[in-house]
């Protein structure tokens, strides 16, 4: 199991290696950031002179030389536009995001498990055609358009919930509705399959075939086993929430790193979207090795050795 | 280790009092997509305290079905059990399983009869560990709770032959090997002394010398605990060995009962015929097997006539007109019990009859 | 093993590595699936092979047909060293050897119609789609019993017997000497079983076919086959003619196997004495040292458990690995205990059912029908 | 009467996020926005923008117009007790004209600034600069030396202090700014208020949402539409005004225009008449907008308002192009950033409609904004393409050098003698009236040899909670709220 | 269960099956028929389309639907900011909508099915290569990197069919592969090779067949998909371009309208959730009818 999990961090590590790279080519090739920068009438020798100051003169292979080794040491230049060490103004963000994608994770999770398994453990019931019609709805309801439905009915109209900005439980709520809303129909869809798919396992009529009441066959038995798929799918939402919050964010003028997404690919601030698509991406792989964790702490079946 | 099986065979019956399980006229049916599956069609059958009943025939043929449903394991929906009852008694009370409220029902499973299944690794969950899988269904039935309910796991785990139980009691389900599994799954099946226990193919997927170590565990459970014992095979040489009375199904029908003795001695059915006679024989040569023709019938029909019909050399018109009830036989030298057959032809007396129905 | 056999195996070996690394993957061990395993059939025989699940019988007649590369030995059929031929000479080669799978539902492209997977080889060999193949698709349908009007269906609308003829149809096709059928009946209904068994029984008979039959249950592989050899962890215990193995069971696996191989008869059953092996097949990464069968041999001595015991013709073709068969010590109490098994089954040879019925109905009973009707 | 005065706070939402609250690194107008609240320069501009005194009290301009000696206020100290003197201007300006100062070329514009004795400076140029104060006004913000030095350019932008009528509290990136009253502010009186309170939000929907709910006091950025809508709603104030932009479609006589059948000044003309832009104004901006007759707007010094803007005449555009020898029209390419200004890719879809209407077909390319101006800058735009530019100083000479530059000026297309020359002689005049005859002789000009589609200069739409008084945008979008208060 | 249990509910036919298969799934086949719909209508757009869905009528514009009291029967659906009619639109957007992703899924899953099939069959450092860029490819953010490519390489129909083409490439590759893994080591390939099958053979004739069936599936949702968010990257301005009527950038132009002219952004969201709604039923169903393993046990 060690072996399996150092093995599962050195991979990671060699992908973050990876993504580093590919980070580093991606943005090269959004185009020359001097001009965007510089102001409108700025002449040619004032953009070559800026392009001097910021490396963009240099050949590539040392430009990656450069951006590589400060990059190891977390440092990813200063951002154009913010004029601070892109790093720091991403992580300061973070938190901010890391907030919202945990609270519509929460809200997915809470309304999606119970859903999902009464749904599964009823088809064809009017739980079961609300628990499918929530999936489906979660997963094309475009969340921008949903989010600004919201605001007008829950803000606005009823008074309830702040408009925008990050501050107290109230201001979470919409949202991480609406971030969550995808997530939502993903984790229904799937906890209603899965338990579809492990009520009819052996074990189940095992643990019946025991006595077991309900509640301990849902809880012990089916959930336990549902709870295998649903957790490498979280992980794999978790990237899907860094995305939807260049919407919601925007939208709801909370505070994180993705609304900065589309400004800084916008303005071109190599730096820092360098610097978020790394951060992004570690947070991925993070998760994704906290998933194989998780996996290996519910499933014995792991083999380590592989 | 030279051992010979004891008791099993000759022993006599236990005194006939009244059957610790009496079905009668139990029908399942399945609603699937496909259509009305009718999996088991009015089967009556009883079981005695401390007999081992040994329920035969092939894949589909309803074994399964008839005895899960008895303790309502089988889905439902799209399982129904559209008519029947099930007298289980101990002592002076008895209860029809059939009527049971879920909650009832939930006290019987587990607590009076115990279920052994065929495949160990998918029926034990492979995220729990075996100990506390057993220790489960101990605490559930109020047997011994918190750490006596552990030792009296532990104690269960050696019972059924499982070396170092201690440890053991931690490892999980894939750690085992399939005779392992096997053993678990009888020590949960046995863990709250129950006054049955079907096995439901317990050693079909096991290699032959485990098959033996498990009979050989079943067997020995069962004299020590007194447990009545339904065990569904398909492979008649098992049942032959543990049965003390045979009921061979086809079609979802009950087409022959008897003692063990009897029904392989002298069947009397034609579809038990033709499955001894494809069998071949370890003692003596048979160069060529029965050739039983056709396959098993539709199971999307209901039932009108003999099931066998189709595939049956002596079926003649009454058998696809009417479904032949159980007619009682008689004449059989070694026979304490009922031998019944379902059979429009008296292969006996090479006549076809018309009445004398049981 | 003798010079004239058209199938001739020695020494085959299969291992498989065992494989662990971080990052580059390492072989720590070895799975010794079969290890040095001998065997001849004679043209137009059965060579049965039984054994525990894992022992490595299919994977010897994968070895055999070199669906794996084997690592080690030669397997001659006919005039040809199949390990020796290269990838071409194989590719065509193989339309003399075939295989009927185990699991008919996988061994069957689900995508494909019967008439395809029946013409499949003749395709593969070059033959063009017309009405030539098309009979012969037919042709051999018919040949394993099947209706031939059913070859547009696909295999998931046949049943599992029926599906293994579809399979035989298609191993057939192409005129094989060798047939391997890797356990072809153990998913079927006894009833379905006799048909396939007599199927094969027929075919071999009217084809003049070689099997090499896997089983793990010995009383069908005594039924079809001329030979049977008994394997146990990578390795051959004994190899005998089936009644020479049934008399005269010498080693103490085929014993406890004969043992537990439950008899449809319960007088037997229940009174014959028999051989509870403990626990389960070793690991075949670290199988016993010595003897593979020590560590659950009633009769196991530290001889057994150091040194590993070479075949030894005890006359007659049959052959075994054991140290003791004949010793002074050991020896009798395995002769004694075959004598008990043996005569376990012959004792109950006496009993039989009172009346064996001609599976067919009798005269009287035709005539019966049509006057009733 | 002893009881603790309520804090009165307004609540201010900007729609972009500033990236400093130094008012020379402060990247965009709302992050000035921000930050001027902050400090002070030594002069201001009124309403009617008009330059007044300020920091300096009052100052002297040399005979040659080159040599300005501004006579500084007494007794300002900056919010951390540092004391304004003329070493601090000094301080300002030398750090202002580093290069990487964002707006270092406003700095620039003063060759030197030096200490005359502790109240007085001197400021002299290279040429005489008749905008100079006027930049002054707007970029030079007075910055403490002491505490600059110590907390470094970084520091400083994420903690300023200045002189201004508010003091930095708390700078919560993206979600705040949180400024206080300066109590020792200079001018007796002001600022109104306890608090502001910048508050980010990107989104104008929000943003509409927001002012409804009260949330927030102040927001600007509205579409018209939603404008429409906030008038309707109690508890707001819609406001709105037409801002220093001017918004053109602009042709390419140095590059890919050439040989164009848009180098015939007859063809341009029938362009401006083939394009309703009344409708346009009338439709996406709900009237909202003013028609424009050049490149300068109605605010600025030598409007001449004797121009008429070219009516929508589509059969005169035709008759245009046939005497251009253009009956059947052609076809020409034609580009427009996407997502930099309000409804602009809709105005441009209209303009593709108009014209096609008498005959010219344009393959209309909408551009990344960002990738749009590389190519505007390149010059590699096709020969139409549709922009706008805003100007703060209060005459359009920038504007029209920087769009009519000709190869010196990164974002124009075009070059014409005629203009060149008139803009030299403009940028040289220091006398308001003379510089006023020449502008208005360059509108004419441009109106008979048009080198845009003129196209309109819009109003913009903020909106206050009701109980704001006296916020005064200007037209560049501007604002002090020193005079705004709460009822 | 052995397998002769399962084989009885097979043995019906074929075609039957089918039938019921679509019969049962109620929701499938309300898929099916919606996007069966939504292709004709696609298909026939420039027909029923009452107008130029570019024609632009400004003195018109942001008139409301015809059931409204201001609406007219002129524009049934109302029209947009700039009076253009909404059907029109909607009908095009339609055109618009499954062009990307149909062009989409067809880059992606080629690319997919290529990498996919070399990684899965050839094994070894081939697929370890392959595997590496293709885990990498999806650790960074989807919406990043669509971002970031979006606006490398501007607003073209082109750019955004090639955008979800490579963006979801990797996907496709894991699926594919995941599918040759299996389908390699089956029991029919066995057979194959046992009777002498070429390599070419094997490929073309067993794992290709055996993999469409998964492909689909996974296409009809990938697609819905990409009409989602075509939509995402109309609200960032990053779509197509504004000239051609997408349901993104409609949604996107009308999300300013949302409190008093909403039908501008509603009839393409309705749209739009209508489309991927039915691909979405239309994908459950699919994998029901095409996998034969859900086959056997359903
Ligand atoms: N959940 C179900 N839905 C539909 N049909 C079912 C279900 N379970 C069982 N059946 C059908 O009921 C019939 C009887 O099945 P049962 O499992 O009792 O057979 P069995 O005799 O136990 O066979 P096996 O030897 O394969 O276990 C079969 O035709 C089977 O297909
Ligand atoms: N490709 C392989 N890689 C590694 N190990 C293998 C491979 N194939 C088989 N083995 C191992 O080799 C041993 C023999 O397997 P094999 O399938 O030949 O047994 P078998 O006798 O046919 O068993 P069964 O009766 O279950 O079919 C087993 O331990 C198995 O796990
Ligand atoms: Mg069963
Ligand atoms: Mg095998």
């Given at each position: 199991?060690?072996?399996?999990?150092?093995?599962?961090?050195?991979?990671?590590?060699?992908?973050?290696?990876?993504?580093?790279?590919?980070?580093?080519?991606?943005?090269?090739?959004?185009?020359?950031?001097?001009?965007?920068?510089?102001?409108?009438?700025?002449?040619?020798?004032?953009?070559?002179?800026?392009?001097?100051?910021?490396?963009?003169?240099?050949?590539?292979?040392?430009?990656?030389?450069?951006?590589?080794?400060?990059?190891?040491?977390?440092?990813?230049?200063?951002?154009?536009?913010?004029?601070?060490?892109?790093?720091?103004?991403?992580?300061?963000?973070?938190?901010?995001?890391?907030?919202l994608s945990l609270a519509a994770l929460v809200f997915a999770l809470i309304v999606a498990i119970p859903l999902g398994v009464i749904g599964g453990s009823r088809p064809g019931t009017t739980w079961d055609t609300v628990c499918r019609a929530v999936g489906l709805v979660g997963q094309t309801v475009p969340n921008?358009w949903l989010a600004?439905?919201m605001?007008?009915?829950?803000?606005?109209?009823?008074?309830?919930?702040?408009?925008?900005?990050?501050?107290?439980?109230?201001?979470i709520v919409l949202p991480a509705v609406a971030l969550g809303l995808f997530p939502l129909g993903k984790f229904t869809r799937l906890v209603r399959s899965a338990v579809l798919e492990v009520r009819n396992e052996d074990y189940v009529r095992t643990a019946y075939?025991?006595?077991l009441l309900d509640h301990r066959v849902y809880t012990h038995h089916i959930f336990l086993n549902v709870s295998v798929t649903l957790v490498s799918i979280v992980g794999v939402q978790f990237g899907y929430l860094l995305g939807g919050s260049?919407?919601i964010?925007?939208?709801?003028?909370?505070?994180?790193?993705?609304?900065?997404?589309?400004?800084?690919?916008?303005?071109?601030?190599?730096?820092?979207?360098?610097?978020?698509?790394?951060?992004?991406?570690?947070?991925i792989?993070?998760l994704n090795?906290l998933t194989d964790l998780a996996y290996v702490l519910i499933d014995p079946r792991i083999?380590?050795?592989? | 280790?030279?051992?010979?099986?004891?008791?099993?065979?000759?022993?006599?019956?236990?005194?006939?009092?009244?059957?610790?399980?009496?079905?009668?006229?139990?029908?399942?049916?399945?609603n699937t997509v496909?259509?009305?599956?009718?999996?088991?069609?009015?089967?009556?059958?009883?079981?005695?305290?401390?007999?081992?009943?040994?329920?035969?025939?092939?894949?589909?043929?309803?074994?399964?079905?008839?005895?899960?449903?008895?303790?309502?394991l089988i889905p439902e929906p799209p399982g129904?059990?559209?008519?029947?009852?099930?007298?289980?008694?101990?002592?002076?009370?008895?209860?029809?399983?059939?009527?049971?409220?879920w909650?009832?029902?939930?006290?019987?499973?587990?607590?009076?009869?115990?279920?052994?299944?065929?495949?160990?690794?998918s029926?034990?969950n492979p995220l729990i560990?075996?100990?506390?899988?057993?220790?489960e269904?101990?605490?559930?039935?109020?047997?011994?709770?918190?750490?006596?309910?552990?030792?009296?796991?532990?104690?269960?785990?050696?019972?059924?032959?499982?070396?170092?139980?201690?440890?053991?009691?931690?490892?999980?389900?894939?750690?085992?090997?399939?005779?392992?599994?096997?053993?678990?799954?009888?020590?949960?099946?046995?863990?709250?002394?129950?006054?049955?226990?079907?096995?439901?193919?317990?050693?079909?997927?096991?290699?032959?010398?485990?098959?033996?170590?498990?009979?050989?565990?079943?067997?020995?459970?069962?004299?020590?605990?007194?447990?009545?014992?339904?065990?569904?095979?398909?492979?008649?040489?098992?049942?032959?060995?543990?049965?003390?009375?045979?009921?061979?199904?086809?079609?979802?029908?009950?087409?022959?009962?008897?003692?063990?003795?009897?029904?392989?001695?002298?069947?009397?059915?034609?579809?038990?015929?033709?499955?001894?006679?494809?069998?071949?024989?370890?003692?003596?040569?048979?160069?060529?097997?029965?050739?039983?023709?056709?396959?098993?019938?539709?199971?999307?029909?209901?039932?009108?006539?003999?099931?066998?019909?189709?595939?049956?050399?002596?079926?003649?018109?009454?058998?696809?007109?009417?479904?032949?009830?159980?007619?009682?036989?008689?004449?059989?030298?070694?026979?304490?019990?009922?031998?019944?057959?379902?059979?429009?032809?008296?292969?006996?007396?090479?006549?076809?009859?018309?009445?004398?129905?049981? | 093993?003798?010079?004239?056999?058209?199938?001739?195996?020695?020494?085959?070996?299969?291992?498989?590595?065992?494989?662990?690394?971080?990052?580059?993957?390492?072989?720590?061990?070895?799975?010794?699936?079969?290890?040095?395993?001998?065997?001849?059939?004679?043209?137009?025989?059965?060579?049965?092979?039984?054994?525990?699940?894992?022992?490595?019988?299919?994977?010897?007649?994968?070895?055999?047909?070199?669906?794996?590369?084997?690592?080690?030995?030669?397997?001659?059929?006919?005039?040809?060293?199949?390990?020796?031929?290269?990838?071409?000479?194989?590719?065509?080669?193989?339309?003399?050897?075939?295989?009927?799978?185990?699991?008919?539902?996988?061994?069957?492209?689900?995508?494909?119609?019967?008439?395809?997977?029946?013409?499949?080889?003749?395709?593969?060999?070059?033959?063009?789609?017309?009405?030539?193949?098309?009979?012969?698709?037919?042709?051999?349908?018919?040949?394993?019993?099947?209706?031939?009007?059913?070859?547009?269906?696909?295999?998931?609308?046949?049943?599992?017997?029926?599906?293994?003829?579809?399979?035989?149809?298609?191993?057939?096709?192409?005129?094989?000497?060798?047939?391997?059928?890797?356990?072809?009946?153990?998913?079927?209904?006894?009833?379905?079983?006799?048909?396939?068994?007599?199927?094969?029984?027929?075919?071999?008979?009217?084809?003049?076919?070689?099997?090499?039959?896997?089983?793990?249950?010995?009383?069908?592989?005594?039924?079809?086959?001329?030979?049977?050899?008994?394997?146990?962890?990578?390795?051959?215990?004994?190899?005998?003619?089936?009644?020479?193995?049934?008399?005269?069971?010498?080693?103490?696996?085929?014993?406890?196997?004969?043992?537990?191989?439950?008899?449809?008869?319960?007088?037997?059953?229940?009174?014959?004495?028999?051989?509870?092996?403990?626990?389960?097949?070793?690991?075949?990464?670290?199988?016993?040292?010595?003897?593979?069968?020590?560590?659950?041999?009633?009769?196991?001595?530290?001889?057994?458990?150091?040194?590993?015991?070479?075949?030894?013709?005890?006359?007659?073709?049959?052959?075994?690995?054991?140290?003791?068969?004949?010793?002074?010590?050991?020896?009798?109490?395995?002769?004694?205990?075959?004598?008990?098994?043996?005569?376990?089954?012959?004792?109950?040879?006496?009993?039989?059912?009172?009346?064996?019925?001609?599976?067919?109905?009798?005269?009287?009973?035709?005539?019966?029908?049509?006057?009733?009707? | 009467?002893?009881?603790?005065?309520?804090?009165?706070?307004?609540?201010?939402?900007?729609?972009?996020?500033?990236?400093?609250?130094?008012?020379?690194?402060?990247?965009?107008?709302?992050?000035?926005?921000?930050?001027?609240?902050?400090?002070?320069?030594?002069?201001?501009?009124?309403?009617?923008?008009?330059?007044?005194?300020?920091?300096?009290?009052?100052?002297?301009?040399?005979?040659?117009?080159?040599?300005?000696?501004?006579?500084?206020?007494?007794?300002?100290?900056?919010?951390?007790?540092?004391?304004?003197?003329?070493?601090?201007?000094?301080?300002?300006?030398?750090?202002?004209?580093?290069?990487?100062?964002?707006?270092?070329?406003?700095?620039?514009?003063?060759?030197?600034?030096?200490?005359?004795?502790?109240?007085?400076?001197?400021?002299?140029?290279?040429?005489?600069?008749?905008?100079?104060?006027?930049?002054?006004?707007?970029?030079?913000?007075?910055?403490?030396?002491?505490?600059?030095?110590?907390?470094?350019?970084?520091?400083?932008?994420?903690?300023?202090?200045?002189?201004?009528?508010?003091?930095?509290?708390?700078?919560?990136?993206?979600?705040?700014?949180?400024?206080?009253?300066?109590?020792?502010?200079?001018?007796?009186?002001?600022?109104?208020?306890?608090?502001?309170?910048?508050?980010?939000?990107?989104?104008?929907?929000?943003?509409?949402?927001?002012?409804?709910?009260?949330?927030?006091?102040?927001?600007?950025?509205?579409?018209?539409?939603?404008?429409?809508?906030?008038?309707?709603?109690?508890?707001?104030?819609?406001?709105?005004?037409?801002?220093?932009?001017?918004?053109?479609?602009?042709?390419?006589?140095?590059?890919?225009?050439?040989?164009?059948?848009?180098?015939?000044?007859?063809?341009?003309?029938?362009?401006?008449?083939?394009?309703?832009?009344?409708?346009?104004?009338?439709?996406?901006?709900?009237?909202?907008?003013?028609?424009?007759?050049?490149?300068?707007?109605?605010?600025?010094?030598?409007?001449?308002?004797?121009?008429?803007?070219?009516?929508?005449?589509?059969?005169?555009?035709?008759?245009?192009?046939?005497?251009?020898?253009?009956?059947?029209?052609?076809?020409?390419?034609?580009?427009?950033?996407?997502?930099?200004?309000?409804?602009?890719?809709?105005?441009?879809?209209?303009?593709?409609?108009?014209?096609?209407?008498?005959?010219?077909?344009?393959?209309?390319?909408?551009?990344?904004?960002?990738?749009?101006?590389?190519?505007?800058?390149?010059?590699?735009?096709?020969?139409?393409?549709?922009?706008?530019?805003?100007?703060?100083?209060?005459?359009?000479?920038?504007?029209?050098?920087?769009?009519?530059?000709?190869?010196?000026?990164?974002?124009?297309?075009?070059?014409?003698?005629?203009?060149?020359?008139?803009?030299?002689?403009?940028?040289?005049?220091?006398?308001?009236?003379?510089?006023?005859?020449?502008?208005?002789?360059?509108?004419?000009?441009?109106?008979?040899?048009?080198?845009?589609?003129?196209?309109?200069?819009?109003?913009?739409?903020?909106?206050?909670?009701?109980?704001?008084?006296?916020?005064?945008?200007?037209?560049?979008?501007?604002?002090?709220?020193?005079?705004?208060?709460?009822? | 269960?052995?397998?002769?249990?399962?084989?009885?509910?097979?043995?019906?036919?074929?075609?039957?099956?089918?039938?019921?298969i679509?019969?049962r799934d109620k929701a499938g086949l309300f898929g099916?028929?919606l996007?069966?719909?939504?292709?004709?209508?696609?298909?026939?757009?420039?027909?029923?389309?009452?107008?130029?869905?570019?024609?632009?009528?400004?003195?018109?514009?942001?008139?409301?639907?015809?059931?409204?009291?201001?609406?007219?029967?002129?524009?049934?659906?109302?029209?947009?900011?700039?009076?253009?009619?909404?059907?029109?639109?909607?009908?095009?957007?339609?055109?618009?909508?499954?062009?990307?992703?149909?062009?989409?899924?067809?880059?992606?899953?080629?690319?997919?099915?290529?990498?996919?099939?070399?990684?899965?069959?050839?094994?070894?450092?081939?697929?370890?290569?392959?595997?590496?860029?293709?885990?990498?490819?999806?650790?960074?953010?989807y919406?990043?990197?669509?971002?970031?490519?979006?606006?490398?390489?501007?607003?073209?129909?082109?750019?955004?069919?090639?955008?979800?083409?490579?963006?979801?490439?990797?996907l496709?590759?894991r699926v594919?592969?995941g599918?040759?893994?299996?389908?390699?080591?089956?029991?029919?390939?066995?057979?194959?090779?046992?009777?002498?099958?070429?390599?070419?053979?094997?490929?073309?004739?067993?794992?290709?067949?055996?993999?469409?069936?998964p492909?689909?599936t996974v296409?009809t949702f990938e697609?819905s998909g990409?009409?989602f968010?075509?939509?995402?990257?109309?609200?960032?301005?990053?779509?197509?371009?504004?000239?051609?009527?997408?349901?993104?950038?409609?949604?996107?132009?009308?999300?300013?309208?949302?409190?008093?002219?909403?039908?501008?952004?509603?009839?393409?969201?309705?749209?739009i959730v209508v489309?991927s709604l039915s691909m979405n039923l239309l994908g459950d169903w699919l994998r029901d009818v095409l996998d034969?393993r859900q086959r056997r046990s359903s």
């Open positions: 199991m060690q072996r399996y999990l150092l093995s599962r961090v050195i991979q990671s590590i060699m992908l973050m290696f990876g993504v580093l790279i590919l980070v580093f080519f991606l943005v090269r090739l959004t185009g020359d950031p001097a001009r965007i920068m510089m102001p409108r009438d700025a002449s040619p020798a004032d953009i070559e002179a800026f392009r001097d100051a910021m490396g963009f003169n240099e050949p590539l292979p040392a430009q990656f030389f450069h951006f590589m080794t400060g990059a190891l040491q977390g440092d990813f230049g200063r951002s154009l536009h913010y004029r601070a060490p892109a790093m720091r103004i991403v992580l300061e963000r973070m938190p901010a995001t890391i907030e921008f600004l439905m605001i007008s009915l829950f803000s606005v109209t009823l008074g309830w919930f702040p408009t925008f900005g990050r501050g107290g439980f109230g201001s075939s025991k006595g260049i919407y964010e925007t939208i709801f003028a909370w505070p994180g790193v993705g609304r900065m997404i589309n400004e800084a690919v916008q303005a071109r601030d190599f730096p820092l979207v360098q610097a978020l698509a790394f951060v992004s991406a570690a947070f792989v993070l090795l083999r380590y050795e592989d | 280790m030279m051992r010979r099986r004891k008791t099993q065979g000759h022993t006599p019956h236990p005194p006939r009092s009244e059957p610790i399980l009496s079905v009668k006229d139990l029908s399942v049916r399945f496909d259509g009305v599956v009718h999996a088991v069609n009015s089967i009556s059958f009883d079981l005695y305290r401390g007999e081992t009943l040994g329920v035969v025939g092939e894949s589909g043929s309803g074994k399964s079905v008839s005895m899960l449903s008895l303790l309502r129904e059990i559209t008519s029947g009852s099930a007298i289980l008694r101990s002592g002076d009370e008895s209860v029809d399983l059939i009527s049971l409220s909650k009832q029902m939930n006290r019987v499973r587990g607590r009076r009869v115990g279920f052994v299944f065929q495949d160990p690794l029926s034990l560990s075996v100990g506390k899988q057993i220790r269904i101990i605490e559930r039935h109020n047997i011994a709770r918190g750490s006596a309910a552990k030792r009296r796991s532990v104690d269960l785990l050696k019972q059924v032959g499982i070396s170092d139980a201690d440890n053991r009691y931690h490892s999980y389900p894939h750690e085992f090997s399939g005779g392992m599994r096997q053993r678990v799954m009888i020590a949960i099946a046995i863990a709250c002394n129950p006054e049955l226990v079907i096995a439901d193919e317990p050693t079909t997927a096991l290699d032959v010398t485990i098959q033996a170590q498990i009979i050989d565990l079943l067997m020995k459970l069962k004299r020590e605990m007194g447990i009545s014992v339904i065990w569904i095979s398909h492979d008649l040489g098992v049942v032959a060995g543990i049965a003390d009375r045979v009921m061979v199904m086809y079609g979802g029908t009950a087409v022959e009962t008897g003692t063990a003795e009897t029904v392989y001695r002298h069947p009397r059915h034609p579809y038990t015929v033709g499955l001894l006679g494809a069998i071949p024989k370890l003692h003596q040569d048979n160069k060529r097997l029965v050739n039983i023709k056709g396959t098993p019938p539709s199971v999307y029909s209901a039932l009108r006539q003999c099931p066998f019909a189709p595939r049956c050399p002596w079926s003649f018109d009454l058998c696809t007109q009417q479904r032949p009830p159980l007619f009682a036989l008689d004449g059989n030298a070694v026979s304490d019990s009922r031998h019944t057959s379902a059979c429009w032809y008296d292969l006996e007396h090479n006549t076809r009859r018309t009445e004398g129905a049981v | 093993m003798s010079a004239g056999d058209f199938v001739q195996v020695h020494g085959l070996k299969q291992y498989f590595p065992v494989q662990k690394g971080l990052l580059v993957n390492r072989t720590v061990g070895y799975v010794k699936a079969v290890d040095g395993v001998s065997f001849g059939i004679p043209r137009g025989e059965t060579l049965g092979l039984v054994g525990e699940s894992g022992c490595g019988k299919s994977t010897t007649a994968r070895s055999m047909l070199r669906l794996h590369e084997p690592t080690e030995g030669s397997v001659r059929i006919g005039e040809t060293d199949v390990t020796r031929l290269n990838y071409r000479d194989l590719r065509s080669f193989r339309s003399r050897m075939q295989m009927i799978f185990q699991d008919s539902y996988s061994s069957l492209n689900p995508r494909h119609t019967v008439e395809y997977i029946v013409a499949e080889p003749l395709l593969i060999r070059g033959e063009r789609p017309g009405a030539n193949l098309q009979n012969r698709v037919q042709e051999m349908l018919q040949l394993v019993g099947m209706n031939p009007d059913h070859m547009k269906r696909f295999p998931h609308e046949f049943s599992g017997g029926q599906r293994q003829r579809i399979g035989i149809a298609r191993a057939l096709v192409l005129n094989p000497e060798l047939i391997v059928c890797d356990e072809p009946i153990s998913a079927l209904d006894v009833a379905i079983q006799a048909q396939v068994v007599n199927l094969l029984s027929r075919l071999q008979d009217e084809l003049g076919l070689t099997y090499l039959f896997i089983a793990h249950d010995l009383s069908m592989v005594r039924h079809i086959s001329h030979r049977i050899a008994v394997m146990y962890l990578g390795k051959i215990m004994e190899i005998a003619s089936y009644d020479e193995l049934f008399e005269q069971p010498l080693h103490p696996y085929t014993q406890s196997l004969m043992s537990a191989v439950p008899i449809t008869d319960p007088a037997i059953e229940k009174s014959r004495a028999r051989i509870i092996l403990e626990g389960d097949l070793p690991s075949p990464v670290q199988p016993p040292t010595g003897c593979v069968f020590s560590s659950r041999c009633p009769f196991a001595t530290d001889l057994c458990r150091n040194s590993e015991p070479k075949p030894r013709d005890v006359g007659t073709g049959h052959s075994v690995a054991c140290h003791h068969i004949d010793d002074r010590v050991v020896g009798p109490r395995i002769t004694a205990s075959r004598e008990q098994i043996v005569n376990g089954l012959k004792d109950a040879a006496h009993h039989g059912p009172d009346r064996s019925f001609t599976y067919e109905p009798t005269q009287s009973n035709s005539s019966a029908r049509s006057s009733f009707s | 009467e002893t009881t603790e005065p309520e804090i009165v706070t307004l609540r201010v939402a900007v729609p972009t996020f500033p990236n400093s609250l130094d008012a020379s690194v402060a990247a965009e107008r709302n992050a000035q926005n921000v930050s001027w609240q902050l400090f002070d320069s030594l002069v201001w501009a009124n309403e009617q923008n008009v330059i007044e005194p300020a920091l300096a009290e009052r100052w002297d301009v040399s005979e040659d117009g080159r040599e300005y000696t501004f006579f500084l206020r007494e007794g300002v100290d900056f919010h951390n007790g540092e004391p304004f003197n003329a070493d601090a201007v000094v301080f300002s300006w030398e750090r202002g004209i580093q290069p990487h100062i964002e707006w270092s070329d406003r700095w620039a514009r003063a060759e030197s600034v030096e200490r005359v004795d502790e109240y007085t400076v001197r400021i002299s140029t290279a040429e005489p600069d008749p905008l100079l104060l006027g930049v002054m006004a707007q970029h030079w913000n007075m910055v403490p030396p002491l505490y600059t030095q110590e907390v470094g350019d970084d520091g400083f932008g994420a903690a300023p202090v200045g002189t201004g009528p508010f003091q930095f509290v708390e700078w919560v990136r993206e979600d705040r700014v949180v400024l206080e009253r300066n109590d020792s502010y200079w001018r007796e009186g002001l600022p109104l208020v306890d608090r502001v309170v910048f508050r980010p939000i990107p989104e104008s929907s929000t943003r509409m949402a927001a002012i409804q709910t009260g949330e927030i006091d102040i927001v600007n950025r509205l579409s018209f539409e939603q404008a429409d809508a906030l008038e309707r709603v109690n508890d707001v104030d819609v406001v709105t005004y037409p801002i220093d932009r001017v918004f053109y479609i602009a042709f390419n006589n140095l590059t890919t225009g050439i040989d164009q059948p848009t180098m015939d000044p007859r063809v341009r003309r029938a362009m401006n008449y083939a394009v309703d832009r009344q409708a346009i104004i009338d439709s996406l901006f709900g009237g909202r907008a003013q028609l424009s007759t050049g490149l300068m707007t109605s605010s600025n010094l030598g409007y001449d308002p004797s121009v008429e803007p070219f009516p929508f005449d589509p059969d005169r555009a035709r008759e245009l192009l046939a005497e251009a020898g253009y009956p059947d029209g052609f076809e020409i390419g034609f580009a427009a950033p996407a997502g930099a200004y309000t409804n602009f890719e809709q105005v441009a879809e209209a303009v593709q409609g108009y014209l096609a209407e008498v005959g010219i077909v344009t393959d209309l390319d909408i551009i990344e904004s960002g990738r749009f101006w590389d190519l505007e800058a390149e010059k590699q735009l096709p020969p139409l393409f549709g922009d706008s530019w805003s100007e703060r100083s209060g005459e359009s000479l920038p504007r029209l050098r920087g769009a009519l530059g000709g190869w010196d000026a990164s974002f124009s297309a075009w070059s014409d003698p005629v203009i060149d020359d008139l803009l030299d002689r403009i940028s040289v005049t220091i006398d308001q009236d003379e510089r006023a005859a020449l502008y208005r002789e360059l509108h004419r000009y441009m109106q008979d040899d048009p080198p845009f589609i003129y196209l309109y200069v819009p109003e913009t739409f903020e909106a206050v909670r009701s109980n704001v008084r006296d916020y005064i945008p200007r037209a560049a979008e501007d604002y002090f709220l020193m005079f705004t208060s709460l009822d | 269960m052995r397998i002769d249990a399962l084989d009885r509910q097979d043995l019906r036919r074929a075609p039957q099956r089918l039938a019921r679509v019969l099916l028929i996007f069966v719909l939504i292709v004709f209508l696609a298909l026939a757009a420039p027909a029923l389309s009452p107008h130029d869905p570019l024609q632009q009528n400004l003195r018109s514009s942001r008139q409301p639907p015809a059931w409204h009291e201001a609406g007219s029967m002129e524009h049934p659906l109302g029209t947009d900011n700039l009076g253009r009619d909404m059907l029109s639109r909607i009908l095009v957007g339609t055109r618009v909508s499954l062009t990307v992703g149909f062009f989409g899924v067809l880059i992606a899953s080629s690319i997919g099915l290529v990498f996919g099939m070399t990684a899965g069959y050839m094994g070894g450092r081939t697929d370890s290569a392959i595997m590496a860029v293709t885990n990498l490819v999806l650790s960074v953010p919406l990043l990197l669509v971002v970031v490519v979006a606006s490398v390489l501007g607003r073209s129909l082109l750019n955004v069919i090639l955008i979800f083409g490579f963006t979801n490439a990797p496709f590759v594919t592969r599918e040759v893994l299996r389908i390699r080591t089956s029991g029919y390939v066995e057979s194959a090779i046992s009777i002498g099958a070429s390599r070419h053979h094997i490929i073309t004739r067993h794992i290709l067949p055996n993999l469409i069936g492909i689909l296409a697609m990409m009409i968010y075509e939509a995402g990257l109309g609200f960032l301005g990053l779509s197509v371009p504004p000239s051609i009527p997408s349901w993104g950038n409609m949604l996107a132009a009308g999300r300013q309208y949302i409190q008093f002219s909403p039908w501008i952004a509603t009839f393409p969201g309705l749209a489309t034969p």
